[in-house]
């Protein structure tokens, strides 16, 4: 494989942090190279096919459950073992960057997994994080469906921080667009998809590490 190393566009970058400034959130298309994409979409369906996935849970350690009524899909942590891994995530080392030199985040680390919806699967309404020890600051999503229609379902749906029930904005699941947001602001969920969905879930966290105890705690 010859990927080209991914860079975010300078344009990009300060329409994202100017986004997050103003409303919380950000939604770009175009933003993830194509050819990148491509190859983690494969990477993905390999996986999916020789069921090296893991069912995904909601809460964190004693609070660890499965439920498929809430959640439907199923992940694999990005461990940088691949090349399109290690693109993707550099991609996001550079927002990183950005994110801490224009609003100060102190922003520790970067996480991510890919994320698969089986047909008609789906995750209801929640936040990334809880404000006032949150340690998840900023959540993304970046898409890998190809030929993605109206019809297929599967979009992220963003609500507004302040009143849950209205939406804000919808989130199409095709290949390149991303999405950026506050992960302890911004409601969302992603309604019941009609055909198998790819996604990389990732949030940049802050080093939350107090008298000994560490958070992160992975």
């Not at 991609?91 to 991510?112: H, I, K, T, V």
Request: glycine share 8%; aromatic share 10%; hydrophobic share 40%.
């Amino acid at each position: 494989m010859s990927l080209a190393i991914p860079s975010l566009a300078p344009a990009t970058l300060t329409e994202l942090v100017d986004a997050l400034v103003e409303r919380g959130w950000y939604l770009g298309e175009g933003v993830i190279d194509a050819e990148l994409c491509r190859a983690l979409h494969d990477e993905l369906e390999e996986r999916v096919a020789r069921q090296a996935m893991h069912t995904a849970g909601i809460g964190r350690g004693e609070d660890h459950s499965l439920r498929r009524d809430i959640r439907g899909d199923t992940i694999h942590w990005l461990d940088r073992t691949t090349l399109p891994q290690r693109h993707y995530l550099g991609a996001m080392a550079e927002l990183q960057q950005e994110l801490n030199r224009a609003l100060y985040l102190g922003l520790f680390e970067f996480e991510a997994h890919f994320a698969h919806y089986g047909p008609g699967t789906f995750y209801k309404k929640h936040r990334d994080s809880f404000r006032g020890r949150a340690n998840r600051v900023v959540s993304t999503v970046g898409y890998l469906n190809p030929d993605w229609g109206p019809a297929d379902g599967g979009e992220m749906v963003l609500y507004d921080p302040e009143d849950e029930r209205r939406e804000v904005a919808r989130v199409r699941p095709e290949a390149g667009n991303f999405a950026c947001f506050l992960a302890d602001r911004v409601p969302h969920e992603v309604l019941p998809t009609a055909r198998p969905r790819a996604s990389i879930a990732g949030w940049f966290r802050r080093n939350a590490s107090l008298n000994g105890v560490i958070d992160p705690a992975y």
